[in-house]
């Protein structure tokens, strides 16, 4: 079992910045994908973010490139995900997610492990 806990989560301004970071425990040398999805009210929960521990590759949606950067720690045991420039709809809860290697980023079923999720709520 691994698990996942998200932190970092607040209210800024638009064009503020946040870091939201999740650590992972148990099992996480099974672990090869990492990724961020949020999920805003009444909206499907979607990716934001992903890479893969051991190619480096990392993913970003369309939404969110050039303003968002995915990272970890040297252990592989933190997440983090710095996000500038924010905007109003940037607004969701923000999920921390984990599975093996060979995912997609993108899909949701990738994804074996996931946290509890952080609010990010941007005003205008």
């Known amino acids: 079992q691994v698990q996942l806990v998200e932190s970092g989560g607040a209210t800024v301004q638009t064009g503020g910045s946040l870091r939201l970071s999740c650590v992972g425990s148990g099992y996480i040398s099974r672990i090869d994908c990492m990724g961020w999805f949020r999920q805003a009210p009444g909206q499907e929960r979607e990716a934001v973010a992903g890479?893969?521990?051991?190619?480096?590759?990392?993913y970003y949606t369309d939404s969110v490139k050039g303003r968002f950067t995915i990272s970890q720690n040297n252990a592989k045991s933190t997440l983090y995900l710095q996000m500038n420039n924010l905007k109003p709809e940037d607004t969701a809860k923000y999920y921390c997610a984990a599975g093996r290697a060979g995912c997609s980023f993108r899909a949701y079923s990738d994804y074996t492990y996931w946290g509890q999720g952080t609010q990010v709520t941007v005003s205008s």
């Open positions: 890479i893969s521990s051991g190619t480096g590759l990392t």
